[in-house]
């Protein structure tokens, strides 16, 4: 919605671009390119490749299993934890900005989706240099973008039960989400059990493993009880 409504103001000097992670959703896959293809608009697809660059990539070509992210952590040779959260400044923020000076561009600002309704992130994010919030300003809420895309001829089109989001079992989400997810697709965990096996670690000592997780999708009780803590990457 803030991309369109850029686009509508009669911006002329942007890139909208995505950073694929390798963990995102299928889902979300599509809709960034349902977004490039029923609008019109080209979106640049970027991919970290190391800690010094980045490759382009496209709808078709785009890691699908991972690839980025495992780059990643080998590269740093340990794994992400609350601490430590590189994945977003590594796999998006630097990915952007190493591609865009790249080509040249040293002084740009990003523009981030946060709403008027979450003045906690809101606050956050104007205190840090280089970040516009053109949702915020507008006073856009929730209720205005479930609106705007009630009025589009596609959507992002994630399962219904609430739990998912972008990075398909992101370490921060809160366990008994995790845990529903993984017991309504046993494969999303498989990735992450597999990461935390060879660094010989966990993403998270104050939650069960992921194979902790995938044994325990195959029981009837819930013993964790839930979660309904949000991640969000930008905080």
Do not use: H
Request: hydrophobic share 35%; aromatic share 12%.
């Amino acid at each position: 919605m803030m991309a369109r409504q850029l686009l509508d103001s009669g911006v002329d000097d942007y890139e909208i671009i995505f950073c694929n992670t390798g963990k995102e959703m299928p889902q979300t896959l599509d809709f960034v390119n349902d977004c490039s293809v029923n609008w019109g608009v080209p979106i640049t697809w970027l991919e970290y490749q190391s800690l010094r660059s980045f490759k382009v990539v496209g709808y078709p070509t785009a890691s699908r299993e991972g690839e980025p992210f495992y780059q990643l952590i080998t590269d740093k040779n340990y794994l992400l934890n609350m601490v430590a959260r590189f994945c977003t400044s590594e796999l998006k923020v630097m990915t952007i900005d190493r591609y865009l000076k790249s080509k040249g561009v040293e002084d740009y600002s990003t523009a981030v989706g946060i709403r008027a309704d979450e003045p906690r992130r809101v606050a956050k994010m104007r205190q840090k240099d280089g970040y516009i919030t053109p949702l915020a300003d507008a006073k856009v809420t929730s209720s205005d973008v479930v609106d705007f895309w009630r009025d589009q001829p596609f959507d992002l089109n994630l399962p219904t039960s609430g739990f998912y989001s972008n990075c398909d079992l992101c370490f921060l989400k809160g366990y008994g989400i995790k845990q529903s997810l993984v017991r309504e697709q046993p494969s999303l965990a498989t990735w992450w059990d597999q990461q935390e096996k060879r660094i010989d670690a966990r993403f998270r000592s104050d939650q069960p493993s992921y194979e902790s997780m995938i044994i325990a999708s195959s029981s009837q009780d819930d013993l964790f009880g839930f979660e309904s803590t949000p991640c969000f990457c930008g905080d």
